[in-house]
């Protein structure tokens, strides 16, 4: 049901995905050293939907009667010198994440393999959320600029978030 030039590439996309949630899991540890627990909480749920993203990839690639392959992980980035900035970082990683989806999603079409292509459907929507929201956090961080009452408002806001377990076992 995959050709192995698909497995590969989705194979790769599983390590990518865990590299992010491993950069995701750093950054939680930058926010928790900076006493912002809200960030921190968001980042934990942004590393626990990335590990189910692989997680997804990984039943996918099973289901097909194909072999998972994992790979190795880089060092995460540490480009956080500030909130602004840890979240520009997760933006222009989360726009190199969108840009793989699209050229997995472009093999898929080339081979014509529909189940590949419904199955990276939801990524390709999962996606557009993910920059939407990182996106959305920017816009509210350059507002507030160093305010630090603001930062403390932004903070109790992403203390919200929950992590909504995503069905990893179906396309
Ligand atoms: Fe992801
Ligand atoms: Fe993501």
């Known amino acids: ?6 497995v590969d590439a989705i194979n790769d996309q599983i390590q990518y995905e865990y590299y992010s949630a491993f950069i995701y899991k750093a950054m939680q540890a930058y926010f928790e050293d900076e006493d ?10 942004q590393f626990q939907e990335e590990m189910s993203h692989a997680e997804k990839m990984f039943q996918f690639v099973c289901e097909a009667g194909a072999r998972v392959e994992l790979k190795g992980i880089d060092a ?4 956080d ?11 222009e990683h ?3 994440v969108t840009s793989r989806i699209g050229d997995l999603m ?5 081979e014509k393999n529909h189940a590949a292509q419904i199955f990276l459907h939801w990524f390709v929507t999962e996606q557009v959320e993910e920059e939407a929201s990182v996106s959305h956090i920017i816009a509210k961080l350059k507002r507030i600029k160093d305010d630090g009452r603001g930062l403390m ?19």
Do not use: C, H, Y
């Not at 010198?81 to 933006?91: C, G, I, K, Y």
């Open 106 to 110: 472009e093999l898929a079409q080339q």
């Open 94 to 96: 989360e726009q190199s």
């Open 153 to 171: 408002m932004i903070d109790q806001e992403l203390a919200q978030r929950t992590f909504a377990p995503i069905d990893t076992a179906e396309a």
């Open 1 to 6: 049901m995959l050709s192995e030039k698909l």
């Open 81 to 91: 010198s500030s909130p602004l900035e840890a979240f520009e970082v997760s933006l």
């Open 76 to 79: 995460p980035l540490k480009e």
């Open 36 to 45: 912002l627990p809200g960030m921190a909480n968001w980042m934990d749920i």
